[in-house]
């Protein structure tokens, strides 16, 4: 029979899969049901030979989505068509039936040594490798279009065209191509896909960040809501699974907050319905997450055998031990197993117990807080100059991925974030046994991506070394845990991590020891990883493998002495195997009687003769059967020792975790001693009390740059308790702060110092202040007046004023709003009202703690009109006319704002910093005299006499001021003045033009 996995695959698929997110292809058509092809292995020529009907390959990528996946179904290709395939040669037919099965990947199509691609795939794939393409044979008269990929390079292109949004399906040969020619001459060898590699189903180290998650995320809309999902209060499921680890989360949230989520969750690939991949709004999103979207049918999502996949994986008949899961969610659960299930072709994935994820459970940061912050990744799109890379003191990367998914998700409950305070709390003290367990944990692999490409079959020799050395570092540092916790004990989670690690020790360890060397090569397949004295049978078979090896030079040594030729040389190729090979001066006596007897001639080469002899077939024959058979024997050894590590799946799984978790609380305790932060007070009060903070990436890059030291500030929103800091009113219950100040002062820098700071002890990590004191935040929200959104095609204001609705809808009186600059594109008075309104519903609706910076300064006559609002400043100091920033925090507000001082810092022409200060004047002195309220048109810049420009007179007459000085309108015929007119246009065109050069 061909093809039986892709066939059944097709079947099930019964789709039409998509792309045009971003640049991926949009491919949309529906898999046939190809027919079985018994026959197809008869012929062995290469696809490209064939003279198979085959039509329209271009047209097929090209096509548009369709909306009904059955109406697609209806309507193969001609390429696909039974017809096409009926004509074809047997090997074109073989290929066009697995790339029919196949349609919306790039198939590679393993031709010996290297995967070749064909047609449009080939087409796509040179373009998007940067690779030749050739082509071969002929198809309907034309060229058929081709490249290919050596296998030793695979990874790497595979790699490249994942990154860039395709998917591929991996053909591979089935049978050595000596037993296809065993069926007959022009038998085809049997191929199939053995997996299709997708952005969110990858495996291999070479395909995965060690440090970052890459999540497969299926989400799901809860029945009923019909009107866009985003933004209302419709409940949406998510599930997402990292097949590389087993990692696997399920929650529900509201289409408000689903951008959010996504962003958190970043997922590699996106599985939804058609209907919701329609909302266009819900695409952006998904493309700023960084997935690639795929589109299912609407009968993936059954929440019944979502729930069955999710037992039967989990190995419990029950589900009630993991929480209790929504039908909506066991749907999109249903749909992440089945889209494994096709990709992985059958092959079961290792799933963690899933983690609850839900709006209860976090602290929720939208998305464009999350990029405005900067949590995980920078502005410019790496992780450097993010919060995470400045906490980042982890040494596995298991644990770097755990430490990104803590700070992506702060938690919500005290006693949750006391337990994680407390086992920081105690490594920071027990400072010799946080460097021995860092010890431990650097010699830690990766067990949890090894155990799961060994379940998949994809493992190798170094997976199994790495679980034996992992489940070593797991055993001593539960050792070092038990020895270190000293008279008072660990703090309870410490304790729990320790428990979970003890588990290392066992037959499974001591198995792995024994069974391998050292250092395993790479590769299982040549054999050589399992260690001496392991196992009697294969000990046997390699001592007579080594032996006939040396029983083969003495016969070199015998045949050099018994014809004389001193060069004779025994040697070994691919293709004759062992040969005896001498110069052709030297042949002579080999093909002359005696020796002619004995040595029969094999090749003549054009410097060389080969020969061979009776015995060293018979030599050459017990050594491959001896290397063959040790071969087996590892081979047998390999699948023993994976099918071990399968049984303890689940304990694995529990020791990964607490290894990623010990590294990610003794890096935090490490990061803690090294940067001088304290142990933040968590509890349930409204408080925000930041004593002496600092800003975490800031001050680290100011160390590495030596650019003068951070100056710490105090932050307290909501009456003090303790004493308010100097120059604040004791009695006063402030919770929102209007920060004003020069640019360049400080004020961004101290509005997001707070927001991280919050998010730090959420998290459960120390902070960078001298002491903290945070009533649990429930949702953070971080603004700058925005730039210009052009990717999705709005303008600042607009975004500026989506995001300020998003803020005022959402934050309740839990919450902690930061908006720097909010109001400023848009006219003057405009912004400032708007400014001024937002504070006030802040502060009388949503009653949340905030920070408010703001070039406005008519904004802080608010401190006086609202009980809950203050004013504060970031110093400056004047020095000679210039300005010098303190970047200290103090009560009040900015008496002026500087902006031609700082002007002047960053270069602006002299001339033009001199007439900005007159202009400033003029403004000044009318703004005194009408009292401050004066509306701009009535201000003297536009109603006075505008005084002479220094700017016009320094640079003298322009030339369109001379020619029109040397017109006499007197002297001018009507047809010369209309000339003189269009000279005159000209001449003011290039003055323009060249000015703005
Ligand atoms: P603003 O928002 O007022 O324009 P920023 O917050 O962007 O100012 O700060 C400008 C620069 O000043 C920062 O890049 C940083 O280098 C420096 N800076 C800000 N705050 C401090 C501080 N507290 N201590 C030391 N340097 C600071």
């Known amino acids: 029979m061909g093809s039986p996995v892709s066939i059944s695959f097709a079947a099930n698929l019964l789709y039409a899969f998509h792309r045009q997110v971003g640049n991926r292809i949009s491919v949309d058509m529906a898999p046939r049901k190809g027919p079985a092809r018994a026959a197809a292995q008869q012929d062995a020529e290469a696809p490209g030979d064939g003279e198979a009907e085959a039509a329209g ?66 087409v796509v794939a040179s373009e998007a490798l940067g690779i030749v393409l050739t082509k071969r044979g002929k198809h309907l008269g034309e060229d058929i279009r081709m490249c290919g990929v050596p296998i030793h390079r695979a990874d790497e292109y595979l790699q490249r065209l994942i990154r860039k949004g395709f ?5 591979e040969q089935l049978e050595d191509p000596a037993e296809a020619r065993r069926r007959g001459a022009k ?54 699974l990292d097949i590389s680890t087993g990692e696997c989360e399920i929650g529900e949230t509201s289409g408000a907050d689903l951008p959010g989520e996504l962003v958190r969750l970043s997922p590699g690939e996106l599985l939804a319905t058609d209907g919701l991949l329609a909302e266009s709004e819900l695409r952006k999103w998904i493309e700023i997450a960084g997935a690639a979207a795929t589109p299912l049918p609407n009968a993936h999502f059954d929440s019944v055998s979502g729930e069955r996949g999710l037992k039967a994986r989990l190995g419990v008949t029950e589900l009630g031990g993991f929480g209790s899961f929504s039908r909506t969610e066991l749907a999109a659960v249903g749909a992440l197993l089945k889209y494994v299930d096709l990709t992985q072709l059958g092959k079961q994935p290792v799933l963690r117990p899933p983690r609850r994820t839900g709006a209860s459970a976090a602290l929720l940061i939208d998305a464009a807080s999350r990029s405005s912050l900067e949590l995980v990744r920078a502005t410019s799109g790496g992780k450097d100059g993010s919060l995470l890379a400045a906490i980042d003191r982890t040494v596995t990367g298991a644990g770097a991925r755990e430490l990104a998914s803590r700070l992506a998700a702060p938690l919500r409950d005290a006693s949750e974030i006391h337990a994680r ?29 090894a155990v799961s490409r060994l379940a998949f079959g994809r493992g190798g020799p170094r997976d199994l070394a790495a679980v034996r050395d992992g489940l070593a570092a797991a055993e001593t540092a539960a050792v070092k845990l038990t020895a270190g916790a000293g008279a008072m004990g660990l703090p309870s989670a410490l304790e729990d991590i320790g428990a979970r690690l003890a588990k290392a020790a066992g037959p499974l360890q001591s198995e792995l020891a024994a069974a391998l060397v050292d250092e395993p090569p790479h590769l299982r397949r040549d054999g050589g990883f399992v260690r001496a004295g392991y196992r009697a049978a294969l000990d046997e078979a390699i001592e007579l493998r080594d032996a006939s090896r040396n029983v083969m030079a003495a016969l070199e040594a015998r045949y050099v002495e018994e014809t004389g030729v001193k ?6 190729n691919n293709i004759l195997g062992f040969f005896i090979e001498v110069t052709q001066q030297n042949a002579k006596p080999l093909v002359s009687p005696p020796l002619s007897d004995t040595f029969r001639h094999r090749q003549t080469m054009s410097n060389a003769m080969r020969f061979t002899t009776t015995e060293l077939v018979e030599i050459e024959g017990r050594i491959a059967s001896a290397a063959e058979r040790a071969l087996a024997i590892e081979q047998e050894v390999f699948a023993e020792l994976s099918g071990a590590i399968a049984a303890k799946e689940a304990d694995l799984g529990a020791i990964s975790a607490a290894l990623a978790e010990l590294d990610v609380v003794a890096a935090l305790a490490e990061l803690a001693h090294n940067e001088g932060y304290v142990r933040p007070e968590i509890d349930d009060s409204d408080a925000f009390e930041i004593i002496g903070g600092r800003h975490p990436v800031v001050e680290q890059a100011l160390a590495q740059s030596r650019a003068g030291p951070f100056i710490d500030n105090d932050c307290v929103l909501g009456r003090p308790r303790v004493e308010a800091p100097s120059g604040f009113d004791e009695g006063k219950d402030a919770r929102i702060w209007i920060v004003t100040g020069p640019n360049m002062a400080g004020k961004s820098t101290f509005l997001r110092q707070n927001a991280l700071i919050a998010v730090l002890a959420q998290m459960g990590s120390y902070v960078p202040a001298r002491s903290a004191h945070i009533g649990i935040v429930d949702r953070l929200f971080s603004r700058v007046g925005a730039a210009d959104d052009i990717a999705r095609g709005r303008s600042t204001f ?8 998003g803020i005022l809808n959402q934050a309740t009186d839990r919450s902690l709003v930061i908006l720097d600059e909010i109001g400023r594109g848009t006219a003057t008075f405009d912004g400032l009202s708007i400014a001024w309104a937002t504070l006030e519903y802040l502060h009388d609706v949503s009653r949340c703690r905030g920070l408010f910076a703001t070039h406005y300064h008519e904004l802080t006559a608010l401190e006086g009109r609202l009980s809950g609002v203050a004013n504060v400043t970031v110093d400056v100091k004047e020095w000679h006319d210039e300005i010098v920033f303190l970047h200290k925090v103090r009560a009040g507000a900015a008496d002026r704002s500087y902006g031609i001082q700082v002007a002047k810092l960053a270069g602006l022409p002299a001339k033009v910093v001199a007439r900005a200060g007159e202009v400033l004047k003029l403004l000044e002195k009318a703004d005194r005299r009408s009292g401050g309220t004066a509306p701009l048109d009535e201000l003297p810049l536009f109603a006075a006499a505008r005084p002479v420009n220094p700017i016009a007179e320094a640079r003298g007459p322009s030339p369109v001021e001379d020619a029109l000085g040397a017109i006499n309108p007197d002297e001018l015929t009507p047809k010369k003045a209309l000339d003189e007119l269009y000279r005159l246009k000209g001449l003011l065109r290039s003055a323009r033009t060249s000015s703005t050069n």
């Open 167 to 171: 998917r591929v399906a991996v053909c």
């Open 421 to 449: 305070l407390d086992c920081v709390g105690f490594l920071v003290e027990a400072e010799r046994l946080r460097a021995d367990l860092r010890d431990a944990l650097r010699s830690a692999p990766d067990i949890a991506r």
């Open 567 to 572: 060069s004779l040389k025994v040697r070994h």
């Open 187 to 240: 038998a085809v060898v049997r191929r199939d896909v053995v997996r299709l590699v997708t952005p969110g189903t990858l495996t291999e180290e070479s395909l995965l960040e060690a440090g970052k998650r890459n999540y497969l995320t299926a989400i799901f809309r809860a029945p009923g809501g019909d009107s866009a999902l985003l933004g209302s209060a419709d409940r949406v499921a998510l599930a997402s």
């Open 57 to 122: 390959f271009s047209a097929h990528y090209a096509r548009a989505g369709a909306e009904d996946p059955a109406a697609t179904a209806a309507t193969p290709p001609a390429l696909y068509s039974p017809e096409a395939i009926a004509s074809a040669t047997p090997s074109m037919a073989q290929y066009l039936e697995i790339k029919a099965a196949n349609p919306d990947c790039i198939l590679w199509y393993r031709m010996g040594d290297f995967y070749e691609l064909f047609f449009e795939d080939a």
């Open 798 to 805: 607009m975004v500026e004023m989506v995001e300020t609705a």
